[in-house]
């Protein structure tokens, strides 16, 4: 669901999604560092859009384990993140503070326009 309408978001926005993952109830920091890996290595790939709900996941707990991988992987594409749920104030604030270039996105529509 979350993102088959991320995907829609983007080609809405006048984008065309390279690809997605479903990272259902969470991820680790090393699947992010995996999936960033991955999707570097795509020479057609422009930006990187993560679109989280946090339902049971704490949205903080996510947005440490982005940041992370970002340093590991010394990521070069813009990065927009979307957050939303539980714990989403906290989530965001570590995202700001980390002072990577991360760009931060209020809802679905903001984060596809900004990657677009």
Do not use: H, W, Y
Not at 74 to 80: A, Y
Request: glycine share 12%.
């Amino acid at each position: 669901g979350l993102a088959m309408a991320t995907m829609d978001a983007i080609k809405f926005a006048g984008g065309d999604p390279a690809n997605f993952l479903d990272v259902g109830g969470g991820a680790t920091k090393e699947q992010v560092v995996g999936a960033f890996n991955i999707i570097q290595s795509d020479a057609k790939v422009e930006a990187i859009l993560i679109n989280i709900f946090g339902g049971i996941m704490d949205c903080n707990v996510i947005a440490e384990g982005v940041v992370a991988a970002v340093q590991e992987t010394g990521l070069k594409l813009p990065l927009i993140v979307r957050l939303e749920g539980n714990n989403v104030t906290a989530g965001r604030e570590t995202l700001s503070a980390s002072g990577l270039a991360i760009t931060g996105a209020d809802d679905l529509a903001d984060a596809a326009k900004k990657a677009v």
